[in-house]
């Protein structure tokens, strides 16, 4: 075998420079990448306008709200319309019926089932003269 040797350290000939290479630059992200890996969280920016979408946010939840409130009331007024036709309807015809019933003719023959006759003779018209000359009647 052969023995080691110690190799020359010393440099024979000037060995050139090497620059040191830049750092590889990062890739931009696209924005959709951004959203996807959660870098966007990280950002300075985001946090500034945290404030900002969290009131719109409730300004959103405040309007849905409202339009639900809007169209239960709308349904609960046609609701009411309706029963005010309805109802309205109902008193017509009953009214109708009253005035019906409230005749003459109609009243003397229901009275005729209960055994009443209506009068014959024309009723008398009774004066009583008082002291100062007024008519009672």
Do not use: C, W
């Amino acid at each position: 075998m052969s023995e080691n040797k110690f190799k020359n350290t010393t440099p024979s000939s000037p060995t050139p420079k090497v620059e040191p290479t830049p750092a590889k630059k990062k890739k931009k992200s696209s924005p959709v990448g951004k959203i996807l890996k959660g870098d966007f969280l990280t950002e300075g920016v985001i946090t500034r306008y945290m404030p900002f979408a969290a009131f719109l946010t409730v300004l959103a939840l405040i309007y849905i709200a409202n339009a639900y409130y809007a169209e239960r009331k709308v349904n609960k007024i046609n609701q009411t319309n309706k029963k005010v036709k309805d109802l309205h309807s109902k008193y017509v015809s009953v009214k109708a019926d009253l005035m019906f019933g409230m005749q003459r003719a109609e009243l003397s023959n229901g009275l005729v089932e209960e055994g009443i006759k209506e009068s014959t003779t024309p009723p008398i018209i009774i004066k009583v003269e008082n002291s100062k000359t007024e008519l009672i009647y």
